[in-house]
């Protein structure tokens, strides 16, 4: 979604200690120096419209009087509702011992220190019309998926127009420029879905209005008029700008979703003061349904230590914490994240005739139906394939055996602004079996999100309809993620299939070793695992794994059992494990695979 250039330097907030600061609000070291009236002032000058719906000083500073008493009630009701949450016997672990980088992106509580207490969960800007739902929960537009629902706050699609979008003069006003930032954004939302953005002509009424203004904000959805959006110092980095977008677009918090309690933990001894809000989570009323599962990968999602009274310790604990590092990623939207949004605006429907068959969970491009949107590690025309690497050599298909074997690499370089690189390996076992995986070793930059550098392990997550969500590959959502020497090393974990794709990200200099070899399935129970987070590490549930077949990204494969994998990774169809096993394909598309058949595609 945008139009025009694309660069490349994404990274993770740093989160500073909270201190008290004026009015009682908490903010962070770097905090707010202006008065309650500076601050109002900014915030009008900030938040007002360009063109149609434009409001006066005095209207503007009656409504966010109005925002801001609102904020408080629901504060209160955030406290409530955390107080009487469910309370889960989880670890708290300490926070590893971030390295801080030069070009580390401020937090959002740094960057809008000054506009905190007008800011819905700390980056979204309410209309006064809409404080009263606010206060009460009863948000209309806030009904279905992490997306409002109200059709009239949707933007145009490509087929009925366009996004108008202005850039402020201001952008360029401090370094670095922010106009070619907030450009790549759009430019990523652009190509990968149904939408299109073009500067504002004369004519246009509605748009979005992009401001260097004091911090990274946004309204949620279409507005009406010029709609401001804030990407301010300490936000110029395209994974924050695309936040922004997001929200503009209709894209609410990942972990206000009324799921979230089956994934995270909300450590409310760790929230600062008068932050409380910002943790308030949906009710299923107001987001009845999703079409995606919960993302701790999304670029919608909390760092695990947003709005923290103490930066040793976590507000967000994931409950399997192998996905601890993934929330907060600022590297870019997840393949959920602009999933979601093609469902959204109904981009789907662009590809309804097409005959193009995607594998591994991918689905048809909205730009070019013959081709494939594929998740991270699988690429080819229909997701079929390894996926291609990034400035650099790829990794292999390897195959898991009896036998333990070791994979040592490096991704990235030390040198700051040296190109981006990604790799990417496949590591299969044969039929009817899993793998088992070890990491040993990370050295990279430990940063929170793992944005600088992170190896990825996509151990699998359930297929079938989980929570009501249709999950099609094991494959869809983000995976573990490993850039700090203390993120859960030296614990063997087991995969949901034979499969288990690898990723080795380096915007700086990344070495990692895994040890991996073919293991036993193990029974996955949907109700006891995977809605406590997931903790595939956790094997309780050993046994000697039958009726697990290979993955199999094709369609028309005949298993019932929401939580088994009983397909082969390839494009073959109509493999069915029970009719007695026959007739497995093997990763190269090869027939009559047998357990002796070395023929994998090693390298």
Same mark, same amino acid.
């Given at each position: 979604?945008?139009?025009?250039?694309?660069?490349?330097?994404?990274?993770?907030?740093?989160?500073?200690?909270?201190?008290?600061?004026?009015?009682?609000?908490?903010?962070?070291?770097?905090?707010?120096?202006?008065? $309650?009236?500076?601050?109002?002032?900014?915030?009008?000058?900030?938040?007002?419209?360009?063109?149609?719906?434009?409001?006066s000083?005095?209207?503007?500073?009656?409504?966010? #009087?109005?925002?801001?008493?609102?904020?408080?009630?629901?504060?209160?009701?955030?406290?409530?509702?955390?107080? @009487?949450?469910?309370?889960?016997?989880?670890?708290?672990?300490?926070?590893?011992?971030?390295?801080?980088?030069?070009?580390?992106?401020?937090?959002?509580?740094?960057?809008?220190?000054?506009?905190?207490?007008?800011?819905?969960?700390?980056?979204?800007?309410?209309?006064? #019309?809409?404080?009263?739902?606010? $206060?009460?929960?009863?948000?209309?537009?806030?009904?279905?998926?992490?997306?409002?629902?109200?059709?009239?706050?949707?933007?145009?699609?490509? @087929?009925?127009?366009?996004?108008?979008?202005?850039?402020?003069?201001?952008?360029s006003?401090?370094?670095?420029?922010?106009?070619?930032?907030?450009?790549?954004?759009?430019?990523?939302?652009?190509?990968?879905?149904?939408?299109?953005?073009?500067?504002?002509?004369?004519?246009?009424?509605?748009?979005?209005?992009?401001?260097?203004?004091?911090?990274?904000?946004?309204?949620?959805?279409?507005?009406?008029?010029?709609?401001?959006?804030?990407?301010?110092? &300490?936000?110029?980095?395209?994974?924050?700008?695309a936040?922004?977008?997001?929200?503009?677009?209709g894209?609410?918090? $990942?972990?206000?979703?009324?799921?979230r309690?089956?994934?995270?933990?909300?450590?409310?001894?760790?929230?600062?003061?008068?932050?409380?809000?910002?943790?308030?989570?949906?009710?299923?009323? #107001?987001?009845s *349904?999703?079409? *995606?599962?919960?993302?701790?990968?999304?670029?919608?999602?909390?760092?695990?230590?947003?709005?923290?009274?103490?930066?040793?310790?976590?507000?967000?604990?994931?409950?399997d914490?192998?996905?601890?590092?993934?929330?907060?990623?600022?590297? &870019?939207?997840?393949?959920?994240?602009?999933? #979601?949004? /093609?469902e959204?605006?109904?981009?789907?429907? !662009?590809?309804?005739?097409?005959?193009?068959?995607?594998?591994?969970?991918?689905?048809r491009?909205?730009?070019?139906?013959?081709?494939?949107?594929?998740?991270?590690?699988?690429?080819?025309?229909?997701?079929?394939? !390894?996926?291609? @690497?990034?400035n650099?050599?790829?990794?292999?298909? !390897?195959?898991?055996?009896?036998?333990?074997?070791?994979?040592?690499?490096?991704? &990235?370089?030390?040198?700051?602004?040296?190109?981006?690189?990604?790799?990417?390996?496949?590591?299969?076992?044969?039929?009817g079996?899993?793998?088992?995986?070890?990491?040993?070793?990370?050295?990279g930059?430990?940063?929170?999100?793992?944005?600088? /550098?992170? !190896? $990825?392990?996509k151990?699998?997550?359930?297929?079938?309809?989980?929570?009501?969500?249709?999950?099609?590959?094991?494959?869809?959502?983000?995976?573990?993620?490993?850039?700090?020497?203390?993120?859960?090393?030296?614990?063997a974990?087991?995969?949901?299939?034979?499969?288990?794709?690898?990723?080795?990200?380096?915007?700086?200099?990344?070495?990692? *070793?895994?040890?991996?070899?073919?293991?036993?399935?193990?029974n996955?129970?949907?109700?006891?695992?995977?809605?406590?987070?997931?903790?595939?590490?956790?094997?309780?549930?050993?046994?000697?794994?039958?009726?697990?077949?290979?993955?199999?990204?094709?369609?028309?494969?005949?298993?019932n /059992?929401?939580?088994?994998?009983?397909?082969?990774?390839?494009?073959?169809?109509?493999?069915?494990? /029970?009719?007695?096993?026959?007739?497995y394909?093997?990763?190269?598309g090869?027939?009559?695979?047998?357990?002796?058949?070395?023929?994998?595609?090693?390298?």
């Amino acid at each position: 979604m945008k139009t025009l250039i694309v660069l490349s330097i994404v990274v993770l907030c740093t989160i500073a200690p909270f201190v008290q600061g004026q009015d009682g609000l908490p903010s962070a070291v770097g905090k707010s120096n202006k008065t $309650e009236a500076e601050r109002k002032t900014k915030a009008i000058k900030a938040f007002r419209l360009k063109g149609r719906g434009a409001r006066s000083d005095n209207d503007m500073a009656a409504g966010l #009087e109005k925002v801001k008493s609102a904020l408080k009630k629901r504060n209160i009701r955030a406290k409530a509702q955390l107080k @009487a949450d469910k309370k889960r016997d989880v670890e708290v672990k300490p926070n590893p011992k971030y390295d801080q980088r030069e070009g580390t992106p401020d937090s959002f509580e740094v960057a809008n220190a000054d506009l905190l207490e007008y800011l819905l969960e700390g980056d979204i800007v309410i209309a006064p #019309e809409n404080v009263a739902a606010l $206060e009460t929960g009863s948000n209309s537009t806030r009904k279905k998926r992490k997306t409002i629902s109200n059709q009239l706050m949707k933007w145009p699609t490509a @087929a009925e127009g366009y996004i108008p979008y202005l850039l402020d003069e201001g952008l360029s006003d401090d370094t670095p420029d922010k106009v070619p930032i907030v450009l790549e954004a759009m430019k990523f939302w652009e190509d990968n879905t149904c939408l299109n953005f073009e500067p504002a002509k004369a004519t246009d009424i509605d748009g979005l209005y992009f401001v260097n203004a004091g911090g990274c904000w946004s309204s949620l959805g279409k507005q009406g008029g010029m709609q401001p959006v804030g990407i301010g110092y &300490g936000c110029a980095f395209m994974a924050i700008a695309a936040h922004e977008i997001a929200h503009a677009l209709g894209f609410y918090h $990942e972990q206000s979703r009324y799921d979230r309690d089956s994934f995270v933990q909300i450590n409310t001894q760790y929230i600062a003061a008068g932050m409380e809000q910002n943790f308030l989570k949906a009710t299923v009323a #107001e987001m009845s *349904t999703f079409t *995606t599962p919960y993302d701790y990968g999304s670029l919608m999602h909390y760092t695990s230590d947003s709005f923290t009274n103490n930066a040793a310790y976590p507000t967000i604990t994931a409950l399997d914490s192998a996905y601890q590092q993934a929330m907060g990623q600022r590297k &870019g939207p997840s393949f959920y994240d602009v999933r #979601e949004m /093609n469902e959204f605006y109904n981009c789907n429907a !662009l590809c309804a005739s097409s005959t193009t068959v995607c594998q591994n969970g991918g689905y048809r491009d909205p730009r070019n139906c013959a081709k494939c949107k594929c998740p991270d590690g699988f690429g080819g025309q229909f997701c079929e394939a !390894l996926q291609a @690497a990034e400035n650099t050599a790829n990794g292999t298909v !390897l195959t898991a055996t009896t036998t333990m074997q070791t994979l040592t690499a490096t991704v &990235g370089t030390s040198v700051f602004y040296d190109a981006i690189q990604t790799r990417y390996w496949h590591i299969k076992s044969a039929p009817g079996t899993a793998v088992e995986v070890t990491v040993t070793a990370v050295a990279g930059v430990c940063s929170k999100g793992c944005s600088w /550098n992170f !190896l $990825e392990l996509k151990m699998g997550r359930p297929v079938g309809v989980i929570n009501g969500i249709n999950v099609q590959s094991p494959f869809e959502g983000t995976g573990y993620r490993y850039c700090c020497a203390a993120d859960n090393l030296n614990k063997a974990l087991i995969s949901t299939t034979n499969l288990v794709p690898v990723i080795a990200y380096g915007n700086d200099q990344l070495t990692f *070793t895994i040890k991996y070899r073919q293991g036993k399935h193990r029974n996955y129970n949907n109700n006891n695992n995977y809605n406590n987070g997931g903790a595939y590490y956790n094997n309780n549930n050993n046994n000697e794994g039958t009726d697990y077949n290979n993955y199999d990204g094709g369609a028309d494969n005949n298993d019932n /059992n929401v939580s088994a994998y009983h397909n082969n990774y390839n494009d073959g169809a109509d493999n069915d494990y /029970n009719n007695g096993g026959a007739d497995y394909n093997d990763y190269n598309g090869d027939a009559d695979y047998s357990a002796n058949d070395q023929d994998l595609l090693t390298h």
